[in-house]
């Protein structure tokens, strides 16, 4: 399984990845760090890749879009980087007029099977709020399939996140889910995107009893111990 993600950069200036694995102590700055996270990817099966390490044409051109401030292509085209060969790919986008032509590069980029979210902001996770539309692309073509997640018995009216979401919050909130102490919202979210994944894969029939799976890694403790030894791994640790 691979995440990456590089430091906030405009237009929205949003909490990233190696902002949140920072507070967890995880070096994403140095060639050592990313010599250490790929060390832990050995150890647990999990990479993640700062992005400007792992491309640095992306770190030649931060200036420029810092600059800019605005968005541009690179913020579309950095969501299809591949930085180790797995066959699936989840990924967001900012606008559902560009599914058709995403869905074409899929089977060019060497990925067997991919889902395109229009999430918040152009984030690849599904509301756990309302009902959404995602494509499954396959062989070049995208299918539509509606996610309701009132179907799966969740009913949350308020979007997880808004003022004060900051690094600190998500990280101790993302630790919160794994311990199995999280609000709802949080571990449904968590829940239902994880279902989506795990039958994207094929590891699961469908996504509901891909949530199952989610679900019991989460309540019986093997998802957290799984991300504490990656966290080990890569020599961060939770804040005392």
């Not at 102490?181 to 996504?207: C, E, H, K, Q, Y």
């Amino acid at each position: 399984v691979t995440l990456h993600g590089s430091r906030s950069l405009p237009p929205k200036w949003g909490v990233t990845l190696p902002d949140v694995l920072s507070r967890w102590g995880v070096d994403v700055e140095t060639p050592a760090g990313f010599e250490r996270l790929r060390a832990a990817a050995d150890v647990t099966g999990f990479l993640f890749v700062p992005a400007e390490s792992g491309c640095p044409a992306l770190e030649r051109v931060r200036d420029i879009r810092t600059q800019l401030g605005l968005r541009t292509l690179f913020n579309s085209a950095e969501k299809l980087l591949r930085y180790s060969e797995a066959p699936y790919l989840a990924f967001g986008i900012f606008h559902g007029t560009v599914v058709e032509r995403m869905a074409d590069l899929i089977p060019r980029l060497g990925c067997r099977k991919a889902i395109i979210v229009q999430g918040s902001e152009g984030s690849e996770d599904v509301p756990v709020t309302r009902r959404s539309r995602l494509y499954v692309v396959h062989d070049g073509k995208a299918e539509p399939v509606t996610v309701d997640p009132a179907a799966y018995g969740m009913h949350h009216e308020t979007e997880p996140g808004g003022e004060g979401w900051s690094a600190d919050r998500q990280a101790e909130t993302a630790a919160a889910v794994l311990r199995g102490d999280a609000p709802d919202v949080f571990t449904d979210m968590t829940v239902l995107n994880s279902g989506i994944r795990l039958w994207l894969a094929g590891a699961a029939a469908t996504v509901e009893a891909g949530m199952d799976l989610a679900r019991g890694a989460l309540t019986s403790g093997k998802a957290n111990e799984k991300f504490l030894q990656w966290l080990r791994s890569a020599g961060g640790r939770l804040p005392a």
